[in-house]
């Protein structure tokens, strides 16, 4: 009974340090400015607890990033269409890439905070990897890249390569850029999202979506 009421307490105690350093970073003016300190205080903790169950402060960044990108991963690997496996390539791309910038959008500082913490090439991480190979995948399906009909793609033409396409798609969602654009004149986040759309439309030419 103790020790279950102690795994409690102890799970009580990394949502509620999760979720103060969440709320940090949604308030901040920049991702920089928000320290282990600040996080400590925040969350009723002292920091040293912050340093044992997260390493640093970048394992505590990517905790929170896990933990609110979940419900979204959740629902590409097992919800229904348009994010789920079950849809159909032209109608998922377009959905898994829409669900990855507003999720940037919203969570703006934290995701750059993640980018900016010096944890390694995101391009080699198994959350990155995740994702493009889900949208690789898609892609390739689309195409026509396993002898199929090709779709989108100008009769006498090659299908595009779906591994470089995944990785130029994904750059759109990178938060350093929805950062650059939510700082101009005019770019609110539906105009963002009906760019992108209209970009990923043209990628992928017109017609009914590919099995």
């Given at each position: 009974m103790a020790e279950r009421k102690a795994r409690a307490d102890a799970l009580r105690n990394r949502e509620t340090v999760l979720a103060a350093a969440d709320q940090l970073f949604a308030r901040s003016a920049s991702p920089r400015g928000v320290s282990m300190d600040d996080i400590a205080a925040a969350a009723g903790?002292?920091?040293g607890t912050?340093?044992?169950r997260f390493g640093?402060?970048?394992?505590?960044i990517r905790a929170v990033f896990e933990a609110r990108i979940e419900p979204l991963r959740h629902a590409v690997a097992e919800g229904p269409p348009p994010l789920g496996p079950s849809a159909a390539p032209r109608e998922r791309v377009?959905?898994?890439l829409d669900a990855v910038l507003c999720f940037k959008w919203d969570h703006r500082h934290l995701s750059l905070a993640l980018e900016e913490a010096?944890?390694?090439s995101p391009y080699e991480g198994a959350h990155y990897a995740w994702w493009h190979g889900i949208l690789r995948e898609?892609?390739?399906r689309w195409w026509g890249a396993e002898g199929g009909a090709g779709q989108g793609v100008a009769a006498g033409s090659a299908p595009p390569d779906g591994d470089f396409t995944a990785h130029v798609l994904l750059a759109a969602t990178r938060a350093d850029l929805v950062e650059h654009l939510a700082g101009?004149?005019?770019?609110?986040?539906e105009r963002m999202r009906a760019q992108l759309a209209a970009f990923v439309g043209k990628l992928l030419g017109d017609g009914e979506g590919g099995a």
């Open positions: 903790v002292g920091k912050l340093f044992r640093d402060r970048t394992g505590l377009p959905a898994l010096g944890s390694g898609m892609l390739e101009q004149d005019g770019m609110t986040r």
